[in-house]
């Protein structure tokens, strides 16, 4: 994401910090973080994860920079690095439009799957296709009205999977502070957490099995 203010009150500990960066001659690399959170989502997304899962391990791997500028190279290849560190969830409140990325992005997406890795990734807030959480390799997340945290939806019309609380929210924010914010890039780390709460008692859960896990636990299961 744009990476996780850290010592802020309402995320508390961040485990490892990093950076996709371009080096000297272009390449894109992965550093040790020393800016943190340059926008403030992020921080929010860490925040929400604290919330409902304290006693989460958090690392924070920035693809976006001042402005929420970035790029599909640094998304991917970001994304990459988080897989082959073998996390066992990896929370995406981001995605790209961009058709040229697709289909690297739905190979890692399925690496992710079968090597135990779970990407939790928001649906687009505008109806637009984008990616990866078109993928059914990945739990795709959108958002509903409901107050409480801890409640979500099965959706029985995909695309979209499942809904998390995602209207009105006051999240972390940098400065310490929080904002008042609206959208699918906080309805996933609800979810997010909520399967890092399932995956605290049951760790030997495949993605596959986790999401049955949602679906047979969804507070609109029958």
């Given at each position: 994401d744009s990476g996780i203010e850290l010592d802020h009150p309402?995320?508390?500990r961040v485990d490892h910090s990093v950076a996709v960066v371009r080096g000297e001659d272009r390449a894109l690399q992965?550093?040790?973080?020393?800016?943190?959170?340059l926008c403030g989502h992020g921080t929010a997304c860490a925040g929400i994860v604290?919330?409902?899962a304290p006693?989460?391990?958090?690392?924070?791997v920035r693809v976006l920079g001042a402005g929420y500028t970035g790029g599909g190279e640094i998304l991917l290849h970001g994304l990459g690095w988080a897989i082959e560190q073998g996390f066992p969830i990896v929370n995406m409140?981001?995605?790209?439009?961009?058709?040229?990325?697709v289909e690297r992005l739905h190979v890692l997406a399925d690496r992710a799957y079968f090597r135990r890795v779970l990407l939790v990734a928001s649906?687009?807030?505008?109806?637009?296709?984008?990616?990866?959480?078109?993928?059914a390799s990945v739990i795709s997340v959108g958002s509903h009205e409901e107050p409480?945290?801890?409640t979500f939806f099965?959706?029985?019309?995909?695309?979209?999977?499942f809904f998390g609380r995602g209207l009105d929210l006051d999240v972390a924010w940098i400065g310490g502070g929080t904002l008042r914010c609206t959208g699918n890039s906080f309805a996933t780390p609800h979810i997010a957490a909520i399967c890092a709460l399932i995956l605290g008692k049951h760790p030997d859960l495949t993605p596959f099995q986790l999401k049955s896990v949602l679906y047979q636990t969804a507070s609109n299961a029958r």
């Open positions: 309402l995320v508390g992965v550093v040790e973080d020393s800016e943190g959170d604290r919330a409902l006693d989460v391990e958090l690392t924070s409140s981001l995605s790209t439009t961009r058709t040229k990325y649906a687009h807030n505008m109806p637009v296709e984008s990616f990866p959480w078109r993928f409480d945290p801890l099965y959706n029985p019309s995909p695309p979209v999977e």
